[in-house]
């Protein structure tokens, strides 16, 4: 019951035990054309580019950044955790010049500041996550595209930590591309990692496309852009791999593909909305139980993600203590946290198969007992009783 992975739906662990397929049998790219169709709602979108790169969350983060700047790009980061720290990281490595826009741990950052960063900065691209599992916030990104389009410049989301379980609105929002990870919301092991591409985010990749000299093939030229820095994260031959060409880029992760088509199916089969709503009941109950065992809740309500909830380590308690009675006493594992949030706050998750009422009251319970065993004075009973209501 931490911020991921979780455990993953018993049927997806049962999709990834089928046998291993050629990469040109027709029933593998018709695996592989499902998933496509598969994730499209999933992330809110009718983006002909949405696939799968094989490799976990940061997979997928690192092959759009790589693929959307070159040395020398202007790049603003909407920053408000560690995640979006990392983006700064691969983003430095890529050679980019860097500008930031920043909120607090715990705090989102106003649009209205991302608009005026976006004016005073002219980037080339703004990159964004949008639910940091460091300080449990969600970014609202309703007029991020906008802002973006009409500076010139494109835009990435890092969905890693909220796709499946929070609404995902890549058309709405009007970004260009959106990433994601199995191992949160969607059930599934980390190892692959959805992705959905903009048209004009793929005009821009394709005009860096230089395709190696052992798979070139007719009719497909390299693009005048300047080549991109990595070989296996080139989302321009990727995408061809995934295309009618099926260029032959690497060999795809079958049991992984698998796995993130069950995911898919699995979220579709539930319903999006009624998915979305289990999130948030679960949500809304961890947030009440904690509370009523005299708990404070770390950040603002308005921007909590409805799947990790971070709650301050009580004074005089010894957090690392608690976290291993839990994992002993009840085989339940909680979060600890990052930077400056460091031994001060718990981050507990329920995401995916794990986003259930007893498994919520189950966890609320153990805390409870625990806390109590190192001798932290709450009201026995009230966080279970408080967490059922909240749930209904």
Known sequence: MGPGPV?????VLRAMSAD????????????MNQVMALYRPIFGTANRWTMLIDGTARAAIEASLVSLVAPGDRVLVVNFGRFGLLLTEILSRIGAVIETVDAPWGETVPMEAIAAAIERTAPK???????????????????????????GALSYVDATATIGGMEIAADRWGVDIVTGGLQKCLGGPSGSAPITISDAAAEHIFARRHTEAGIRMAGLEDGAGPRIGSNYFDLAMIMDYWSEKRLNHHTEATSMLYAARECA????????????ARHAAAGRAMTAGLRAMGLTVF??????????????????????????????????EIGTAFGPLAGQIWRIGAMGYNAMRHKVLLTLGALEACLLREGFALPPGKAVAAAMEAWG
């Open 20 to 31: 291993l397929l050629g990469q040109f049998d027709p029933e593998m790219t018709g695996y």
């Open 7 to 11: 455990n993953a739906h018993p049927r």
């Open 299 to 332: 950040g603002a309500d308005a921007t909590r993600m409805t799947n990790v909830t971070g709650v301050h380590i009580p004074h005089g308690v010894d957090g690392e203590a608690i976290r291993r009675m839990m994992r002993e006493a009840f085989e339940i």
């Open 265 to 276: 199916r699995i979220v579709l089969g539930e319903g999006l909305d009624a998915r979305y």
């Open 125 to 151: 691209l703004v990159a964004c996550v949008h639910g940091d599992t460091s300080t449990t916030m969600a970014q609202p990104l309703d007029g991020l595209g906008d802002l973006c389009r009409a500076a």
